[in-house]
């Protein structure tokens, strides 16, 4: 069975950084295409961010040039580094992974930035 887990969450000021982690069992993460998103409380989930087999990288126009994924194939956990967090930045952000045909979610982990 195929689970994913995130953490690293928490409240953050403007500006600050967060790194999340989020760490697969049941599957090898280098295999799949992996991805982060997140949800504000009113809007739709959005892509955040993904990362292929062949570490080709995508990153959602909000994000691009502050976020950073990155997998850790020792660990078998795929990480996103968020750099100059922005108060528009906080929501609820989530791990997947297309598997087996199924769209797999993890639980999710709060990231709020605020003063």
């Known amino acids: 069975q195929v689970q994913l887990v995130e953490s690293g969450g928490g409240l953050v000021q403007p500006g600050g950084s967060l790194r999340l982690s989020c760490v697969a069992s049941?599957?090898?993460?280098?295999?799949?295409?992996m991805g982060w998103y997140r949800q504000a409380p009113g809007n739709q989930r959005e892509l955040v961010a993904f990362?292929?087999?062949?570490?080709?990288?995508h990153y959602g126009s909000s994000v691009k040039g502050r976020f950073t994924i990155s997998r850790d194939n020792a660990k078998n956990t795929v990480d996103l580094q968020m750099n100059s967090l922005k108060p528009e930045d906080t929501a609820v952000y989530y791990c997947n992974v297309e598997y087996g045909g199924n769209i797999i979610w993890g639980q999710g982990t709060q990231v709020t930035v605020s003063s």
């Open positions: 990362i292929t087999p062949t570490d080709f990288t």
């Open positions: 049941g599957m090898i993460v280098s295999v799949y295409r």
